[in-house]
């Protein structure tokens, strides 16, 4: 469940519901116990109901609302739970029966499901459509999430922060400003959710300007500084490049978890101060949280930027020491660290043994690597196995073509250009 959704809901509590709406929001929160089979899901609702405890086949319902086999199978017994809790009258679910329904198929992605739900619904409360919104934002779906959003006659701080979370999870940062913007033209203050929304924008685009005027609002308005606003702050400090308040803000936090680590180790990468995100991650390995796949990403990133070859090399075989296993991002940074400093037969191993196939950026980091370091025969050893491997694009046959035709090699460059 994203930000958006972990606040109060908007709606009365009906006869016949778990007593209050936030007892409501307690059981769509319930830490999850995914069962592996389908029959012992429908299995364990049966018992809850043939020992006359239908609460418990819904909260068990709920638990389990994201694992994949709540499919059509289990719905009916659900509905005879609620059924037993008189939250069905005269064969019509009321609101909170069909929220729970709408929310446990749109936290799987099942939206075809959640909206046929949803459609059928006689009455609707603000979380049903926040988890509609927040349900299509997250698979992707923006038009139809921006269409939920639009149906709402009466709006309220959930919802405005489910549009807003939604933009920013798709990357449409400058839609989750101007919304939050309009949030508050349409007379919603702020809270940590939003802002935390709103700061996530802010780093994605670079915007430091916006940003700070973020942070002032949020200490004139005496916004909690709780863990999503101060990692808001430093991812968007980080990003924007002003590493200087990044760290000021890091340093005073009493708690830290792995996403102000990695925003810090981050930032400076990306910014070229890779001997401070070596001295982080250092930091980060001696204190009580473990780096993961991003954090790794983001040194090996650095030293490959700045050529540190041995302290690259390490951070790579340090990742099984926490259980983790590179990605093709891993090794494309790998290939990239061995290919800047000349190590082209290396990097050419490193491609081969792979447990992925390489992708096209793979290859062509290699060969930018051979073309850089005028090393025509390992290019040819590279165009031989890019052949048949990478996709459509040709821009593996321009750059070999342009390789041969710096070396003065005509007629080679041109024999590359008939194959394009």
Not at 34 to 49: A, F, N, V
Not at 137 to 165: C, M, P, Q, T
Not at 243 to 258: P, S, V, Y
Not at 275 to 281: I, M, P, S, V
């Amino acid at each position: 469940m994203d930000l958006s959704m972990t606040q109060d809901l908007s709606t009365q509590p009906q006869e016949g519901d778990f007593g209050s709406p936030s007892e409501l929001k307690d059981i769509l929160q319930i830490d999850p116990q995914l069962i592996q089979k389908e029959s012992d899901l429908c299995h364990r609702i049966r018992i809850s109901l043939s020992n006359g405890t239908p609460k418990e086949a819904i909260v068990i319902y709920a638990q389990n609302r994201r694992n994949p086999l709540c499919i059509l199978s289990v719905v009916p017994l659900v509905f005879k739970a609620c059924a037993s809790l008189s939250m069905i009258n005269n064969g019509k679910a009321n609101v909170v029966t069909w929220t729970v329904m709408v929310e446990g198929y749109a936290s799987n992605g099942q939206m075809n499901a959640a909206k046929d739900i949803f459609e059928a619904m006689p009455q609707r409360n603000f979380f049903v459509y926040s988890s509609m919104i927040s349900g299509y934002f997250k698979n992707g779906h923006v038009e139809e999430g921006k269409a939920i959003f639009d149906r709402i006659k009466v709006r309220n701080l959930v919802n405005w922060n489910s549009l807003i979370s939604g933009y920013c999870h798709n990357g449409l940062c400058e839609e989750a400003l101007d919304a939050f913007a309009k949030m508050q033209a349409d007379g919603f203050e702020p809270d940590e959710v939003s802002f935390a929304c709103a700061l996530s924008a802010c780093a994605q685009l670079g915007s430091l300007k916006t940003g700070i005027t973020l942070h002032h609002m949020i200490i004139q308005r005496s916004i909690k500084l709780n863990q999503f606003i101060l990692n808001g702050l430093v991812d968007m400090y980080a990003k924007c490049g002003d590493l200087t308040n990044a760290r000021l803000i890091f340093e005073g936090m009493l708690e830290r978890n792995d996403a102000c680590w990695n925003a810090m180790i981050s930032g400076f990468s990306i910014h070229g101060h890779c001997k401070e995100a070596l001295e982080f991650f250092d930091r980060m390995v001696k204190s009580s949280v473990n780096p993961n796949e991003i954090t790794f990403l983001s040194v090996l990133t650095a030293c490959a930027h700045s050529g540190f070859i041995r302290e690259g090399l390490e951070t790579f075989s340090k990742m099984e020491n926490y259980g983790l296993s590179p990605n093709i991002k891993h090794y494309g940074c790998l290939v990239d660290l061995l290919g800047r400093a000349g190590r082209l037969k290396d990097a050419y191993r490193i491609v081969i043994d792979m447990p992925m196939r390489p992708n096209d950026m793979i290859w062509m980091a290699l060969l930018g690597a051979c073309r850089v370091h005028a090393d025509m025969d390992m290019a040819n050893q590279v165009l031989e196995r890019v052949r048949d491997q990478v996709s459509g694009d040709c821009s593996h046959y321009v750059l070999m073509s342009n390789m041969y035709a710096a070396s003065e090699r005509w007629e080679k460059a041109e024999s590359v250009r008939i194959v394009m």
